[in-house]
């Protein structure tokens, strides 16, 4: 018989996690190992428990959910994220995805549905909420065309030292928020440097402008 699949739930609402721990282990396909209330907490369950999959929160006190994906990934590459959130606004969606969330999925998702997305990811799948899958296939839309390559050409005004340091965690799929953290300045700051950075790029959008970056060889 094939063992149940080893779940953590990380969700700063107790009674949340309760819930869905009482939801997923119904069928019995599904064990959950364990529970954690920040990104913080569930890195150190994580590496005690080692489960399959992580449903994982975003917006969490202590470390939020895409801080602890990106960790995971790196310290625990075998571990399987599903972002499980309340949020699909796009800056949400492409973080936890560039940070290394193998699916993203709303918290009004149907029962059998969730069940079947983390069997899914178990198996080495990805799973998306209909709405967010849309988003990303929208967003590749919008990418230029692979074919032909035009040169890249050398920036008019090169980006100053701060800017290459924004750029590089924008690339890396970082909010306003967490760069403002990382580089410990005010989140207006950073949203200038931001705007400067695309404009110098001519860029439109984020991952245009993390694009244009590496065909400059700025990352």
């Known amino acids: ?127 998306l909420q209909p709405s967010v899958a849309a988003k990303v296939v929208a967003r590749f839309a919008q990418l230029p065309d692979p074919e032909p390559v035009p040169r890249p050409q050398p920036l008019v005004v090169p980006l100053s030292e701060r800017e290459l340091e924004v750029l590089r965690l924008l690339a890396d799929g970082r909010s306003n928020r967490e760069i403002a953290g990382e580089l410990f300045l005010a989140e207006g700051t950073v949203k200038n440097h931001v705007t400067n950075v695309l404009s110098k790029l001519g860029a439109r959008d984020r991952t245009q402008a993390a694009l244009r970056a590496r065909a400059l060889d700025l990352l």
């Open 1 to 127: 018989m094939t063992r149940p699949v080893r779940v953590l739930l990380v969700d700063d609402q107790a009674l949340f996690r309760e819930a869905l721990a009482t939801l997923l282990a119904a069928g019995g396909q599904i064990e959950v190992v364990g529970e954690a209330g920040d990104g913080d907490e569930a890195l150190r369950r994580a590496a005690e428990l080692a489960p399959d999959v992580v449903l994982m929160d975003l917006r969490m006190p202590v470390l939020d959910g895409v801080g602890a994906t990106r960790r995971l990934r790196v310290e625990q590459p075998d571990v399987r994220v599903i972002a499980l959130t309340t949020f699909d606004d796009d800056e949400d969606v492409f973080a936890a995805l560039r940070a290394g969330a193998v699916g993203y999925l709303l918290k009004d998702v149907s029962s059998a549905r969730l069940v079947e997305a983390v069997l899914a990811a178990a198996r080495g799948e990805s799973v």
